[in-house]
């Protein structure tokens, strides 16, 4: 495995590669939910390209981007043992200049439910993920459904800017109880994790509601408020269509439920797909 930390490095390293790459980006401290992705781009490509960046535009002014878990030495072994071909670690400066052109989030998609909690976040998501797609020049680019918002508005941006990649959405990684991994876990203590299940649960029976016939999504959100009172914080419980559109009645095959919540000082996230 080629460790690149420039783009120079990066550019030669895939001078090496013959066949369709596959590209993980991420911002690090990997774990099973990372290793998905990585393991079906290993599956379902000749050559693999992981990126770990903690994207300074995407985080807002007192959130925790000094605090984001940083692991280099794991994650290098994490994919060395997967069979990554590429892992490109780039520092700030390499990924961005002074007065940059910026991609803007459409009001409805990045400036909605996490983009109203986080207003400009998907800005700057889109602006590395734009720059990251280019550099690893890969056929397909892999990435999580529990980013739902971030997955709907990178597919979107392919689109618009007719970019030649496909984007392939992968199922959300759970633990044992039902926690959706995240790296961000790594704040929780033993007891803010079992509350941090609330927002399974709050899923859960989101779930159990519509397979057994309730469609309306204000009783559904009611119910799942009500699960979420054991996390210290509600930021959101949310039903939309797969534009992210708020829906009255829930379509099967069309609906994403959305929680939002924190966990003492952690703020989490996770949904589900009817
Ligand atoms: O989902 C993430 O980890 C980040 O938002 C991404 C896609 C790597 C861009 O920084």
């Not at 986080?118 to 056929?139: I, T, Y």
């Not at 699960?227 to 069309?254: H, P, T």
Request: with cysteine; aromatic share 6%; charged share 25%.
């Amino acid at each position: 495995m080629v460790i690149a930390r420039t783009i120079e490095e990066l550019q030669k390293a895939k001078e090496g590669l013959q066949g369709s790459i596959g590209f993980v980006p991420t911002m690090g401290a990997l774990h099973q939910g990372h290793l998905s992705l990585i393991q079906r781009a290993v599956e379902e490509n000749d050559h693999v390209i992981v990126s770990v960046f903690v994207n300074p535009t995407q985080f807002l002014e007192g959130e925790d981007l000094d605090a984001y878990p940083r692991r280099e030495a794991a994650d290098t072994q994490i994919c060395e043992r997967a069979g990554v071909d590429i892992l490109f670690m780039p520092t700030i400066d390499q990924m961005y200049e002074p007065d940059e052109l910026c991609i803007g989030a459409p009001a409805i998609r990045g400036y909605t439910l996490e983009g109203q909690k986080r207003p400009g976040h998907f800005d700057g998501m889109l602006q590395v993920v734009m720059k990251l797609l280019n550099l690893s020049g890969a056929d397909r680019a892999y990435f999580g459904k529990k980013d739902a918002q971030q997955l709907a508005l990178i597919t979107q941006m392919v689109r618009n800017y007719f970019m030649n990649v496909e984007i392939v959405p992968c199922e959300i990684i759970r633990d044992e109880k039902g926690l959706a991994l995240s790296s961000r876990n790594a704040y929780l203590s033993s007891e803010e994790k079992e509350r941090a299940l609330a927002l399974s649960r709050a899923l859960k029976r989101a779930t159990k509601l519509v397979m057994a016939g309730e469609h309306n999504t204000e009783t559904i959100k009611k119910e799942m408020l009500d699960i979420l009172k054991e996390a210290d914080r509600i930021d959101y419980a949310a039903i939309v269509d797969r534009d992210f559109i708020a829906i009255e009645e829930v379509e099967i095959g069309n609906t994403i439920i959305l929680v939002a919540a924190w966990v003492g000082k952690t703020r989490l996230i996770d949904n589900v797909w009817i």
